[in-house]
């Protein structure tokens, strides 16, 4: 299938093999800064979208997102935890569509991935919502699945942001109802 416009041919390739390095540089970054994210979470929401980003941008290799909504949801309206979490995890789920994207063949051959693509290709943005989600380790796999396809990266970016922000929302919640737990199973004696 030949392309069109003037995304073909060279640029293409110059493309993909920008995607694919931008992804890799990002999850070597994030893992770089692993001392360092205690000390953001003194900022509040904007470091709740930060801490997400960078959790989820990193490719098949987990980072704790989920532990972050249902800590911040404990001490921060769950709500916007929710919020703020899921916003930068959609973002960050670039990484793996850009990998997707940029053609290289880091999965192609595994039976998860092949099934993946097939039902991406078939069921794309329900498809998306759900891994989004569910905790699951394939979101990163569908998204390389969904930047392999050419799914229209805004579409990809509403279905990961709704996944991942109820998915959030949910944690978010069990933090704040932790707290109520905790304060139940050891009440202050005076």
Known sequence: MKQSGWLSGWKLHAV???AF????TITVFIFSLQDKI???AVYGYPSIFLL?????????IPAPAI???????????????????GTGAAIGEITGYLVGFSGQGTVDDSQI????????AKHGALLILILAFIPNPF??????????????????????????????LVFAFAGAASIDWITNLFPATL
């Open 139 to 168: 979101f990163d796999l569908a998204g390389i699945a969904a930047g392999a396809l050419r799914m229209p990266i805004g579409s990809f970016l509403l279905w990961a942001w709704l996944g991942k922000t109820l998915k959030m």
């Open 52 to 60: 997400s980003l960078l959790a989820n941008a990193t490719i098949i």
């Open 67 to 85: 532990a972050f909504s249902f800590a911040f949801g404990a001490v921060f309206n769950p709500l916007g935890v929710a919020l703020a979490a």
């Open 38 to 40: 205690e000390q953001l």
């Open 16 to 18: 993909r093999i920008l």
């Open 21 to 24: 390095v931008v992804a890799i």
């Open 113 to 120: 991935y092949k099934k993946l693509e097939l039902w991406t």
